[in-house]
């Protein structure tokens, strides 16, 4: 059975750092382009980043670049997010997932407030 | 980027109707285009993947078709659990950009 499970999301106050986790078992992980995908309370869904099988290659949404890592270890089948910086404008509801989405995590909360 | 222009943004049905959402590119996105469902305070779930393919385990009341730059989802006879959000997502160059989502509600 496929299963991504994102961790790591939470409360963080603007300007601070967090670091989002994605542990994926059931598929072969590095066949895969990995991506996140977030969603703001209410909106709908917004692609973050991408990151090539080997993790040479990696791609931001213009709003995110140079503030957001995304990373990947194919010998532990998992996908990270390194967020710095972080704005109000990033809270949302992270989702892990294959790109073009074939597989999702249920997704981690990530609330930036003071 | 390339916009997804998705409507309607909400749609008012009744069981048993047939349901027809479309997403228009503003560019050539070829067959690059994936339909999600998603329910309340759940991960979307992927529908159709490359424009009309139905994907695993999908009931084959959902269709996917293209017409030049329109993408559609129809669902035929719709069932309760079908009720939900829909999203389009065209995935032919960075950045992935998805359509804005389509609400369907029982009158």
């Known amino acids: 059975e496929v299963q991504l499970v994102e961790s790591g999301g939470g409360l963080v106050q603007p300007g601070r750092s967090l670091k989002l986790s994605c542990a994926a078992s059931?598929?072969?992980?590095?066949?895969?382009?990995m991506a996140w995908v977030r969603q703001a309370p209410t909106k709908g869904l917004e692609w973050v980043a991408s990151i090539s099988y080997d993790g040479g290659s990696t791609y931001y949404r213009d709003s995110v670049k140079g503030r957001f890592t995304i990373s990947r270890d194919n010998a532990k089948s998992s996908l990270y997010l390194q967020m710095d910086s972080l704005r109000s404008e990033d809270t949302a509801t992270y989702y892990c997932?294959?790109?073009?989405?074939?597989?999702w995590g249920p997704g981690t909360m990530v609330t930036v407030s003071s | 980027d390339i916009q997804m222009t998705q409507s309607p943004s909400s749609m008012s049905v009744s069981l048993g109707d047939t349901v027809t959402i479309t997403c228009r590119a503003s560019q050539d996105v070829g067959i690059y285009v994936n339909w999600f469902q998603q329910k309340p305070g759940k991960s979307p779930r992927r529908m159709i993947y490359?424009?009309?393919n139905l994907a695993d385990g999908v009931p084959s009341r959902f269709s996917g078709s293209r017409s030049g730059s329109d993408y559609s989802l129809t669902i035929s006879s719709l069932e309760s659990e079908d009720v939900a959000d829909y999203h389009c997502?065209?995935?032919?160059?960075?950045?992935?950009?998805f359509g804005g989502g389509t609400k369907l509600e029982l009158k």
């Open positions: 997502l065209q995935y032919d160059e960075y950045p992935p950009t």
């Open positions: 997932t294959t790109e073009a989405g074939h597989f």
């Open positions: 490359r424009a009309t």
């Open positions: 059931g598929f072969t992980f590095s066949d895969y382009y």
